[in-house]
């Protein structure tokens, strides 16, 4: 039997050390500590960890930082989308500061974006006082987390969409009515594939996020147990409690749940890819 | 399906595209639009199809106006110069894809887009491709997959933008003869933008020759190329030796020698200002001067003998440059060298009064 070739020439050659580099740095960075963490779960013995992971209160809140999350990212990536197309095929006055405008949610301290939201979404806030009188509460809610989940995802669809956009040929889409397909056939079956790879790396990016995002929610979300408590907050709330065994299991369990969904949308995209 | 394309203007902001051009399309023929890049060529392919809206004038289909129909309802094919195939779809889909977007009472059955593609793929020789993806395709393969999505929605007429313009020559050469044949064999009216003077003399049967937005001339390929209305058709057609010369009655006196004008020529008419043109293959060189014929002394500089013909460049005493092109048997019978004195004769010219070579000017 042969040796199993892994490197191809190429012009830029260096395989084996960007490979070795690439591993170093990737545990140094990323293994080693999350190696930690789940030592230190560990340490408080197996009983501590599953109580701690299994709490309704702690598995309420799994079901909440999840399901905002992915109902957050869900939304950008309609809402990035259409933000991403307007900023790339359409010249319209003051596209500079729209496109400025986008990056922000990027920059702001997230605390402050988490105090802005729930002063406009409260009863008596600009906006909230009026959505109050048709039965709708945000701030306080689930759906005040999934407006500030929203908020701070927002970049991600749009700036890994719009690269993308741009280089799709509208020549393609002229050949496409050519043919007599109407603007909704045309961009079902011609522009929505090639999007689609950069909107799933958008929902991941969007998604990952949300999932870690403390700072805007404690705000909006009032912390009421079993209805309004994410994840992250309870990991802090255990910390506070020099609960580190505890507060470290829980991240630990957000982890795997995590990786598992990245897993899943990264072989999606592959797919979508081919 | 006969095209008529009636006192089109379009302008892109300052720039004007095409000014006041009608062209007529006959039913049935292959008909070239050849031009320089930016003389309109394309705009005006791109009018026709209903990809771009002229400023003014009409487009008519069968006599119909179709000037306000989108590119959806006009039913032409159009075959991109750069292919723009859809990247996520195989060489089947492709060519599928208008048949797949019809309505669904219009639609073909399954089994029915199914034969047709396989016809399709047959008619451009590339049956046993459908599976792959573009991207794994040559240029020529590509375009020919481009064609053969065009055919399928069965449009009456075809419009193909420089079909061959990114391919290499030999695989250029191979596919404008194939496309001749296509055409005989479905007889579908058909207009493709060139500015390869060779493939549009080659293929079409009809040539529109534009220039600055406007029709410089139309006709067959041997009315154009034998009798080209301005020196720019005769210069866009085929390398040239320019003279300048004045006309006097029915004479043309070039430098120190004169010749009778051609017959086309008006006669009587005195020009001081008159440009004469001549091909490379209707110049001869000779040792001795040739009677009954005008002629002038030159210098050879180079000669280069590979080729269907030897290219022969040469200067006169006043610094003129000089192209000719003789057959290989006369070049080898005359025994040409580098550096030699000849004598250059011109056995056919074409003669423009200053007026018209301002105005067709430009090359």
């Known amino acids: 039997m042969k040796p199993k070739k892994l490197r191809k020439s190429s012009v830029l050659p260096g395989f084996g050390l960007t490979l070795g580099f690439t591993l170093a740095y990737l545990s140094l960075i990323v293994l080693i500590p999350l190696s930690a963490t789940f030592a230190k779960a560990a340490s408080g013995g197996w009983a501590h960890f599953w109580n701690t992971v299994t709490d309704p209160r702690v598995v309420a809140s799994y079901r909440l930082t999840f399901g905002a999350s992915l109902a957050a990212a869900a939304f950008n990536v309609v809402m990035g989308l259409l933000i991403a197309w307007v900023l790339v095929r359409y010249p319209f006055p003051g596209k500079r500061i729209v496109d400025a405008l986008i990056d922000l949610p990027f920059a702001l301290p997230t605390a402050v974006a988490g105090i802005t939201l729930t002063t406009l979404l409260n009863a008596h806030g600009w906006v909230g006082r009026y959505l109050e009188p048709l039965g709708i509460k945000a701030a306080f809610t689930p759906l005040g987390i999934v407006i500030a989940l929203i908020f701070i995802g927002l970049p991600f669809v749009v700036r890994t969409v719009e690269p993308v956009l741009q280089n799709v040929d509208a020549e393609v889409e002229q050949a496409a009515a050519s043919l007599g397909a109407g603007r909704f056939q045309t961009f079902v079956r011609v522009i929505f594939p090639e999007l689609a790879p950069a909107l799933l790396t958008g929902f991941t990016l969007a998604f990952a996020r949300a999932i870690g995002e403390y700072g805007s929610v404690v705000f909006i979300s009032g912390n009421m147990p079993m209805r309004t408590e994410i994840t992250p907050l309870l990991i802090i709330t255990k910390l506070e409690q020099y609960d580190y065994a505890g507060a470290t299991a829980i991240g630990v369990v957000m982890l795997l749940i995590s990786f598992a969904l990245l897993l899943v949308i990264n072989f999606l995209q592959r797919r979508a890819e081919l | ?363």
């Not at chain 2, 392919?45 to 989108?70: K, W, Y």
């Not at chain 2, 208008?98 to 639609?107: D, H, N």
């Not at chain 2, 590339?126 to 399928?152: F, I, K, T």
């Open chain 2, 1 to 363: 399906m006969s095209i008529e394309v009636q006192k089109i203007t379009k302008t892109f902001g300052d720039f004007t595209a095409l000014k006041d051009v009608t062209i007529k399309v006959p039913s049935g023929q292959l008909v070239a639009l050849l031009g320089p890049s930016g003389s309109g060529k394309t705009t005006l392919l791109r009018i026709i199809a209903g990809l771009e809206v002229p400023d003014s004038g009409t487009v008519l289909f069968d006599g119909a106006d179709a000037t306000s129909r989108s590119a959806r309802e006009r039913q032409v094919g159009f075959v991109f110069q750069h292919y723009a195939l859809f990247r996520n779809m195989s060489v089947f889909e492709n060519v599928a894809f208008g048949m797949r977007v019809k309505p669904k009472s219009e639609r073909p059955t399954k089994q029915a887009i199914n034969d047709r593609v396989h016809e399709l793929l047959r008619l451009v020789q590339l049956e046993r491709l459908g599976d792959r993806q573009p991207a794994q395709l040559s240029g020529g393969q590509r375009q020919r997959v481009a064609l053969a999505r065009a055919l399928a929605v069965q449009p009456k007429v075809l419009l193909l933008d420089e079909p061959f313009g990114a391919l290499d020559a030999k695989v250029r050469q191979e596919l404008r003869r194939w496309l001749r044949r296509l055409h005989d064999e479905i007889g579908i009216t058909s207009v493709f933008v060139t500015h390869d003077q060779d493939e549009a003399l080659e293929v079409a049967d009809r040539v529109v020759i534009l220039h600055d937005g406007r029709v410089e001339q139309e006709g067959t390929p041997e009315e154009v190329y034998e009798h080209p209305a301005s020196p720019f058709v005769y210069n866009f057609l085929g390398n040239v030796n320019l003279f300048h010369g004045r006309v006097e009655g029915s004479k043309v006196h070039l430098g120190d020698f004169s010749m009778d004008a051609p017959p086309d020529m008006e006669n009587g008419q005195t020009d001081p200002g008159a440009v004469v043109y001549a091909r490379p293959h209707l110049l001869d060189l000779d040792h001795e001067p040739p009677k009954n014929r005008p002629h002038f002394k030159a210098k050879i500089v180079h000669i280069h003998p590979a080729g269907a013909v030897v290219k022969v460049e040469l200067t006169t005493d006043a610094g003129n440059p000089i192209n000719a092109e003789l057959p290989h048997e006369r070049y080898r019978g005359l025994g040409l060298q580098k550096g030699m004195t000849v004598f250059v004769s011109v056995r056919d010219m074409k003669v423009f009064s200053k007026a018209q070579s301002m105005l067709g000017g430009g090359i």
